[in-house]
């Protein structure tokens, strides 16, 4: 059974970085599109950005290019998320998801496409 566990989430000031890490078990991470998710509360689940099965391309979402960068590294079986820049409006919980097949990026309700989630990691952005 594939499991996911995010971890590197935390506490950091406007302008700062954080990197999250969505660690893969029972699966290769090379197999599966990988998609961040983040929630933050009272608003909408909103992909953040998704790494295709090998081969395929990256996505990000409009209010992140440029400051997000998503990476595999199939020797750790892990996705990492490189946050810099960091905004307030950056805080949420961010969830790692997996799925066989491509991302469904732009899909309405995208995130009822994955199967695997991790446990989720909180990002808090605030001085």
């Known amino acids: 059974q594939l499991q996911l566990v995010e971890s590197g989430g935390g506490l950091v000031q406007p302008g700062g970085s954080l990197r999250l890490s969505c660690a893969l078990s029972?699966?290769?991470?090379?197999?599966?599109?990988i998609t961040w998710f983040r929630q933050a509360p009272g608003q909408e689940r909103e992909g953040v950005s998704c790494?295709?099965?090998?081969?395929?391309?990256?996505n990000y979402g409009d209010s992140v290019k440029g400051r997000f960068t998503i990476s595999r590294d199939k020797a750790l079986n892990t996705v990492y998320l490189q946050m810099d820049d960091l905004k307030p409006e950056d805080t949420a919980v961010y969830h790692c998801?997996?799925?066989?097949?491509?991302?469904?990026?732009?899909?309405?309700?995208?995130?009822?496409?994955?199967?695997?989630w991790g446990q989720g990691t909180q990002v808090t952005v605030s001085s």
């Open positions: 029972g699966g290769a991470v090379d197999y599966y599109a």
């Open positions: 998801a997996a799925r066989e097949g491509t991302t469904g990026w732009g899909s309405r309700a995208m995130w009822l496409l994955y199967d695997d």
């Open positions: 790494i295709n099965r090998a081969g395929g391309g990256i």
